[in-house]
Structures are given as structure tokens and as C-alpha cells.
């Protein structure tokens, strides 16, 4: 991320005081933090201190490479793809008891730190925002860097509502360590006072926050679009059938907010736009910086021929989820999808999503056909082949390494919003409220019209069933493998199909010198209960309130 460098900063200020120790050998400053003083002390500490808060530490094994996991998730080695239909991570990682529904309190997988790191996150927040007034600063400093405490209080929030449903609202309370807890510190609030609560946050953000950043602020930083976009996404998911204590209306005027501010639009190709942060698409991201140690997404999810460790690898459903490039589905009769040929004249988005037998990569073709291809268990490292007969392709930038990448850390973005999103929520918004107007089809054809993709506009005259279907399909395929399509088909309840599909993968096998392809059960027992719609609280946080916090229902 760019704006590690104040990680390094803070503790290396905190060294300096590592000699100013008094005679009891015992009693020395800390070296690891600055004092709650000094902070507020000096402004440029406290925005240090702010700008920390977008970070995080590793609370568990596989969160991260190098110093932190980031603000939220993403590039950690098991994304939040590989616990949805689209994608499985191959090597397991505590992914798989998700897939298979056997998440428990006890047992939380790679889900067991969400509750923990928000809470964790919006304490300090807390603490920043209670003291504030304290620091010597200008005006304009401290609106400023208020609205990014109140942002980050949001999206910690979003984070929390969106995995747990009802959660605590802690307000502005700043905890000590001799506080009492009280019944309020361990009651979970209802639905709509916590989509409240979180809205209200972005509002208190939107209206100090900048425009943009101008060159001597950070560029990972939070400003008022970044705050729109998440106030868009909160309030769709709290019209959608899961949540329904919102309106669509609503959902739609907030993205059609977004729009309205003619700051961002769709970036011409669709795989470049995941490798640079310098487009107009990214609305929010996390960004990193040369020689700061992170995932090598290259050499996590690469094919074994190529010395990768498969890492997130795609169903055969995410793939059957791409249209042909006539925009009919496979399922259509008229389509022209050949099953002998089943890659050809697909959605360019799958070109650029997924790695597939015969596909060209790195100056070579993938070859996951048995017997001998070299991406296949005929091939080298053959415990990293692929389960389901398909690697991952976005995000991977092949100007990096495979092979020994540890100190050539790449610098693509990780996107928590961007402008097709937007596009995409304010046509499903609109379309649920009003049916599908002519701004509907507006919003889905940019989507579709991005001058790398070109799949064709939607047939006219759809109904609003209809297009319901076509943009949740249109979602699934433009924001595949971004952390969205877990929570999609939650909130829209149809989690209890989707997720109680076979993960199918595929064997391709050369036989009389042409290749089968035959559909297979890539990772057995996929199972999904009414319960799994939200995570458990884990246990230990359950016994750390004497019981009295309540568990998440059905668990």
C-alpha cells in the first residue's frame, strides 16, 4: 500500500526514544508504538495515526505476506471468492469447512477475525475522534481528517452488518481498561438501527471529506465519492430481500448520486484496469508500494507448469456464468456454444478472468489435459494442480515473476469500489423500484459497451423479471472474483440454490487425438443451510462477555 511508509515512520520514531529509560530496568518506553501524548501532540502524528487506520495487523495465519492484511480483504492467499460459487481455494486454508457449511463458533475458518479486526478498528477510531480537538492543527486539517474517521467507522460498520447482521453499536464510547461493561455493551441492535447508524457515519463523511485528493494528499485515502459509493452499496443491500428494512428508491438516488458527480467512468480494458490505479473507474482502493513485502498474486494463484500454487481457482459454474459474445447464455438453444469447443467466442471478461485449457499465458499455452499437460498432475508440482481445471487470470500482472517474486512485490491495486458497481447497483436499484426505464438500460450497456468487452446491448423491451435476471448475471461476471458474489446471493436470498450446487470443475483428457471435456465434482459435500446466510460470532468473544453476548441464530 502506498502509505506503508507510515507504518515504518511511527516505529522508528518510537526508537528514538528507546534510551530515555528510567533506572528501573524494567520500566522503558516502549519501542513498538508512540505514546497516546505524542500523537496528540503533534498534527503530523495524529494524521499519521489516522492514516494507519486504513491498515491492519495479521491476526491469523494466511491474512497476508509482509506487514499487514490491508484495510479490509482482499490478496489475502484465500480470497473471499474461493467461500462462494465461484472459485475454490486449492489448498484448503480453512476455506472449505465454509464451502461445506460446517462454520461454527468454535470453528470460523479464514472468517474468525471480522469480528475481532472491526471492533478492534472502530475503537481507535473512537479514540482519534474523542481527542481531535486536542491536537494543534488547521481547520481544515481536522475537518478533513475527521471525515476520514467517520468513513473508516462506516466501513468497519458495513463490514461487520454485512457478515453478522445485527451487531453492537458502540457509539462514540472510548473503552479503558477499568471500564464496567454495562447491558448496552453486549446487546446487538436491530437491522435498521444498524443501516442507520452506518449511513448516518457517511453522511457525517461525505460532508467533510474533499472532492478529490489534490498531489500532497495520499491517494488511498478516503474522499466524498469514496463515501457516496459506500453509502450506495449499504443501502442496496438494505432494500434487498435479506435485509428489507430499506427502500430501493433510496439505493438508486445514492448511486445516482455517485453518477451525478461525473468523476469517474468505465476504463477502456478491462484487464489493465485491475493492474493500474490511475483510471477513472477506481473509486476506493488499496494501493502498495515498491519493495513493501505483499501477496505475490502471481506465484499464489499461477498454474503448476509455470511453478505457481493454483491458490484461487475457478469453478466450472463462474465459467458457465459467461455469455458467448452474442450475448445469448450457453443454456440458449441459439447461442451457437459448442460443448467440443467450450471456450470459444465467450465474453471477453473471460478471457480475462480465468486461465482454461489452450488459453495463451506468458509466452506459452495452459495445458490442463491429461495425459502430459504441463499444467495438469502430469505436470512439475503436480500438489498444485489445479482442482477444478482452471486457474485464475485477473489481477495477475505478467511484467511480474513467478519464480522467486519475494522482492518484487507487484503494484496492482486491490478495488473496494468502483465505478461499474455503481453502475450495476443503481440499475438494480432502479429497476426493482420503477422496472427497467430507460436509464436502467443505460446503466448495464456502459458495463457491457466497455471498449474491451463490447458485448452487445440488451434486447429491448425486457420485463422487470427479466432483467432482474440479466443484471445478476451481469454482476456475477463484472465483479467475478472481487468479493462480491458471496454477499450478493445472500442478499438477495437465493444462497440456498446457488450454494447448494456441486463446485463442478472439469477434466479435459485427450482421447484419439481430440479432447473430452468432462464435467466433474471438483470439491465434494458443497452444502448451505437458512443459518449461513450470516458468520457465527466466534465462541471466544461469546465467553470474553460471560455469555452475554448473543450468538448469531441457528448457531
Known amino acids: 500500500m502506498k502509505t506503508k511508509h507510515f507504518i515504518y515512520s511511527l516505529i522508528a520514531f518510537a526508537g528514538v526514544t528507546f534510551t530515555s529509560c528510567k533506572k528501573d530496568y524494567l520500566d522503558i518506553v516502549p ?65 472449505w469447512l465454509i464451502q461445506r457449511g460446517l462454520l461454527a463458533p468454535e470453528n470460523t475458518g479464514i472468517a474468525g477475525t471480522l469480528w475481532g479486526r472491526s471492533y478492534r478498528s472502530i475503537r ?12 494543534q492543527m488547521g481547520e481544515g486539517l481536522r475537518t478533513r481528517l475527521r471525515g476520514e474517521l467517520h468513513f473508516i467507522r462506516a466501513f468497519r460498520y458495513h463490514d461487520l452488518i454485512r457478515n453478522y447482521g445485527k451487531v453492537i453499536l458502540v457509539g462514540d ?52 465519492g469514496a463515501a457516496m459509493a459506500l453509502k450506495a452499496r449499504l443501502l442496496l443491500y438494505a432494500a434487498s430481500p435479506l435485509y428489507n428494512v430499506g427502500s430501493w428508491a433510496d439505493a438508486a438516488a445514492a448511486a445516482k448520486a455517485v453518477m451525478d458527480l461525473n468523476q469517474y467512468s468505465i476504463a477502456p480494458d478491462y484487464a489493465k484496469l485491475f493492474l493500474d490505479v490511475n483510471n477513472n473507474e477506481i473509486i476506493f482502493a488499496r494501493q502498495y508500494a515498491i519493495g ?9 494463484n499461477g498454474a503448476n507448469g509455470y511453478n505457481g500454487w493454483a491458490g484461487n481457482t475457478p469453478l466450472q459454474n463462474m465459467v458457465d456464468a459467461y455469455e458467448m459474445n452474442n450475448g445469448k447464455p450457453i443454456t440458449d438453444a441459439t447461442s451457437g456454444y459448442d460443448a467440443a469447443n467450450p471456450y470459444v467466442n465467450r465474453d471477453a471478461r473471460f478471457y480475462a478472468s480465468i486461465l482454461y485449457n489452450g488459453a495463451t499465458y506468458r509466452n506459452s499455452t495452459v495445458q490442463t489435459y491429461t495425459p502430459g499437460g504441463k499444467d495438469s498432475k502430469d505436470g512439475p508440482s503436480n500438489w498444485n494442480t489445479s482442482k477444478t481445471g482452471y486457474y485464475l487470470r485477473k489481477f495477475m500482472d505478467d511484467r511480474n515473476p513467478i519464480d522467486n517474486p519475494w522482492d518484487v512485490a507487484g503494484l496492482q491495486p486491490w478495488i473496494y469500489m468502483r465505478y461499474a458497481e455503481i453502475l450495476l447497483s443503481y440499475a438494480e436499484a432502479q429497476n426493482e423500484a420503477v422496472g427497467p426505464d430507460a436509464t436502467v438500460y443505460d446503466a448495464v450497456n456502459q458495463v457491457r459497451q466497455r471498449q474491451s468487452v463490447k458485448q452487445p446491448v440488451l434486447t429491448a423491451g425486457l420485463t422487470k423479471e427479466q432483467m432482474r435476471t440479466v443484471i445478476r448475471r451481469e454482476r456475477q461476471v463484472e465483479l467475478a472474483f472481487e468479493e462480491h ?57 461469546i465467553l470474553a462477555t460471560n455469555n452475554k453476548l448473543e450468538q448469531t441464530t441457528g448457531y
Open 31 to 95: 519501542t513498538d508504538r508512540v505514546s497516546d501524548a505524542a500523537i496528540l501532540a503533534d498534527s503530523s502524528l495524529f494524521n499519521d495515526f489516522v492514516l494507519n487506520r486504513y491498515l491492519s495487523i495479521k491476526l491469523q495465519d494466511k491474512e497476508g505476506e509482509g506487514t499487514n492484511p490491508g484495510f479490509g480483504r482482499g490478496f489475502e492467499y484465500a480470497m473471499w471468492a474461493s467461500v462462494s460459487d465461484e472459485a475454490i481455494y486449492n489448498n484448503d486454508d480453512n476455506t
Open 124 to 135: 481507535e477510531v473512537n479514540w482519534g475522534l474523542a481527542n481531535i480537538m486536542q491536537v
Open 173 to 224: 464510547k472510548v473503552y479503558e481498561l477499568n471500564d464496567k461493561p454495562t447491558e448496552a455493551d453486549y446487546t446487538r441492535s436491530s437491522l435498521k438501527e444498524c443501516m442507520d447508524y452506518a449511513v448516518a457515519e457517511l453522511d457525517s463523511a461525505i460532508a467533510q471529506l474533499p472532492a478529490a485528493n489534490d498531489g500532497s494528499w495520499e491517494s488511498g485515502r478516503a474522499i466524498k
Open 292 to 300: 513493501a513485502r505483499h501477496v505475490c498474486l502471481e506465484i499464489a
Open 485 to 541: 458474489r458471496y454477499y450478493d446471493v445472500r442478499r438477495w436470498n437465493i444462497a440456498m440454490q446457488t450454494e447448494n450446487v456441486p463446485a463442478y470443475g472439469i477434466d479435459v483428457t485427450v482421447s484419439n487425438g481430440q479432447l473430452v471435456y468432462t464435467r466433474k465434482e471438483a470439491l465434494s459435500g458443497r452444502l448451505f443451510a437458512e443459518k449461513n446466510n450470516w458468520l457465527p460470532i466466534p465462541r471466544s468473544e
